[in-house]
Structure formats: structure tokens, C-alpha cells
């Protein structure tokens, strides 16, 4: 039997009925529609200052991509991220990434480290340094963490940005959008809808990736593809040793496994390992859970998780316990890669 999760708090079961409504539409996201507005128009006034210059976007001196979506919650941002910086890599440019480290403590500009912890700078950059094998930035001001990040790696050649889309300050020569299957949702700005801004039709530097079986919006785009690429023993996934699809496959053979996901959207992940036939007990966590405590029984037979809650966890914590890390083979689509280097070939990059 999968473990029993607490019983739902009441603002719990509030959050849980509006973000169902931000799908659908309903009374509670019609009564939130005047703070919609009111957003809105706050939005319009921060652009109108940045039209005017009273607000102006900071200079960099190497070309800046932000990988962002318009809706709240997990669209799929941080693998498109590093499927993109392979990409990157292939083509021979050095890229660097910065983020803002969603869920650690403070705000200030810190570079991340292999010794880092994910309550330092964030689960998603750590996991970005990790796996996507660049150095990292984290800070609530991208600006200055870009900066912080030059300075100390002056051969970067490109920042790529994790998620901040509405941080205009910072400066981008291409937007990656990301969408996955909820699309625009009910169509309305926070807090009535799960829209960050209002949709307007893609510009000639931006580009869409749908995290989806299909398109979700009517935006041209391209169609990701995703697949578990394999298991790896959580000392042997710090070690840096790749993901197996051989050890995945195996554990099909093995009884009483739990799959503990602490990601937006746990159901993807149970579904996929389903999908290649491994019978497993479910625990969703909340999105970015810190792993303080560890929310298995000790005598369980063994735990699959992703690499995002891999990062907050070492494998001193989890004993003799077998623990498998499920890694994540993501593809932008096809076409991505065409369209990448029409816009690359547009940047002036440092040599």
C-alpha cells in the first residue's frame, strides 16, 4: 500500500479547487477576476515605464536566452533548459546559466558548486550545474547574478536564464516558451487564471516548446518528446555515473518499490515508469519539497525518485537503503534544432 499522505488543510483544499478552476474557469476564479484586472493593469504600467525609460533593461556583453512560460507551475522549464545546453554544447558555445534558486535561503547572488546544497541555491540550478555539467548563478537580481557568473567565467559565450520571462530588466536576444498540456488555461491573469502575463503572438525571437503529447495552444511550436532514460544508484548518480536503462528495466522483477516524485507534476512520472511496466507504490510530495525528513518507512524494500529531489538528498542520508535515481531523456522536437541555429546565427557571439 502506497502511504497515506496528511489529511488536506483547508487553505490546502482551497489552493487545490482554484488551481483546478484555472483550467476550467468557476465562481472562486470569477470572484478573483478584479484582482486580475488590477494585475493587469500593473503590468501595463511597468511596461508603459519601460517604453518611456523610466525603467531600462541592463546591458550584458554576451547574448542572453531565457527559457520561461507565461502560466504558473512546472510547464517543463528546467529540462528544456538542459536539453537546450546540450544543443548549446554541440554547436561548441560555452553557456552559462542563471536563476533566481526558487525555495532556498536568500536572496543574494551566489555561485553554485558541487559542494553546494539545494537549501543554498535552489534544487533546479543544482541540478542544472550537475547535470548540465555549467557553471551556475543564482540570484534574485538575474542581472547581477549574470554578472556575478561573467566575472567569474569571462569565456562564457552565452547566459541562458531559467525562467525569468517577466523579468524585463534583464536583456534577451531569444525566448524559449515553454507550454505543457494545460496550455493557457482558463485564459485569465493571476490570481483569477494561472497566466504570469497576457498571451500576444510570439515575436521573431522567440521560439515555443510544447512539453506535451501535442500543442496546447494556437502557437506555432514544437512538440517535445520525453522518455526515462534509465535508473542509476543514488551514489553511483552523485559519482556522475549515467542513468541505465538495463537497471530500470531490472527493477521490474523487484516487489514493493515506491516511486516518491516532489515535483509539479508527480502523476508524469508515475505514469511513465508504469508505462515501462514496473509495478510500484506512489508518494507525490509538493513541488520542491526539502526532503527534511525522510518520508519513507525504513524498511522499505527500495525507492525510485527524479533527479530534482535527488539533489537534496546524499546518499549518507538514506543508509543502506536501496535508492535508484530515474533520469529524464528530453528532446525539444523536431525542427527545434533548425529553428535554434536560424536564431544563433542571428546573436553576435564573443569568440
Known amino acids: 500500500m502506497s502511504p497515506s499522505p496528511p489529511r488536506p488543510t483547508l487553505a490546502e483544499r482551497a489552493s487545490a479547487r482554484l ?3 484555472w483550467l476550467t474557469g468557476g465562481p472562486l476564479s470569477a470572484a478573483l477576476l478584479p484582482l486580475a484586472w488590477l494585475y493587469r493593469s500593473l503590468l501595463a504600467l511597468r511596461r508603459l515605464a519601460y517604453a518611456l ?4 533593461t541592463a546591458a550584458l556583453p554576451v547574448p542572453v536566452i531565457v527559457v520561461g512560460n507565461w502560466i504558473v507551475g512546472g510547464a517543463g522549464k528546467t529540462p528544456t533548459t538542459l536539453a537546450l545546453l546540450e544543443q548549446l554544447r554541440a554547436r561548441g558555445l560555452r553557456a552559462g546559466v542563471v536563476s533566481r534558486g526558487y525555495g532556498r535561503e536568500g536572496d543574494g547572488v551566489r555561485l553554485v558548486t558541487r559542494v553546494s546544497t539545494a537549501r543554498e541555491v535552489g534544487d533546479e540550478p543544482l541540478l542544472i550545474h550537475l547535470r548540465g555539467r555549467v557553471p551556475v548563478a543564482v540570484g534574485r537580481d538575474r542581472v547581477a547574478a549574470a554578472r556575478a557568473l ?28 515553454v507550454f505543457d498540456e494545460r496550455g493557457l488555461g482558463n485564459g485569465r491573469l493571476l490570481p483569477a487564471g494561472p497566466l504570469r502575463q497576457p498571451p500576444e503572438a510570439p515575436g521573431p525571437g522567440q521560439l515555443v516548446v510544447y512539453n506535451a503529447s501535442a500543442a496546447s ?14 535508473a542509476v544508484r543514488l551514489a553511483d548518480w552523485w559519482a556522475g555515473h549515467p542513468a541505465s536503462m538495463d537497471i530500470l528495466l531490472g527493477l521490474r522483477e523487484k516487489p514493493g518499490l515506491l516511486a516518491v516524485a516532489g515535483v509539479a507534476r508527480p502523476q508524469r512520472f508515475f505514469d511513465m515508469l508504469a508505462r515501462l511496466g514496473l509495478r510500484v507504490d506512489t508518494l507525490a510530495l509538493p513541488d520542491h519539497d526539502d526532503f527534511a525528513a525522510l518520508p519513507w518507512a525504513t524498511d522499505a524494500p527500495g525507492i525510485l525518485l527524479t533527479e530534482k529531489d535527488a539533489v537534496k538528498l546524499s546518499p549518507e542520508r538514506v543508509g543502506s537503503l536501496p535508492v535508484w535515481v530515474v533520469a529524464l531523456d528530453f528532446s525539444p522536437g523536431v525542427g527545434f534544432a533548425a529553428a535554434l541555429d536560424r536564431q544563433l546565427n542571428s546573436l553576435s557571439l564573443p569568440a
Do not use: C, N, Y
Not at 525609460?53 to 531600462?56: A, D, F, I, N, S
Not at 567565467?153 to 531569444?174: C, K, T, Y
Not at 495552444?217 to 534509465?230: I, K, N, P, S
Open 19 to 21: 488551481q483546478a478552476e
Open 53 to 56: 525609460g523610466l525603467k531600462r
Open 150 to 177: 561573467l566575472k567569474a567565467e569571462p569565456s562564457l559565450q552565452i547566459v541562458v536564464s531559467d525562467d525569468g520571462l517577466q523579468h524585463w530588466r534583464l536583456p534577451r536576444q531569444l525566448s524559449v516558451l
Open 217 to 230: 495552444t494556437a502557437l506555432a511550436g514544437f512538440v517535445a518528446e520525453r522518455r526515462l532514460a534509465g
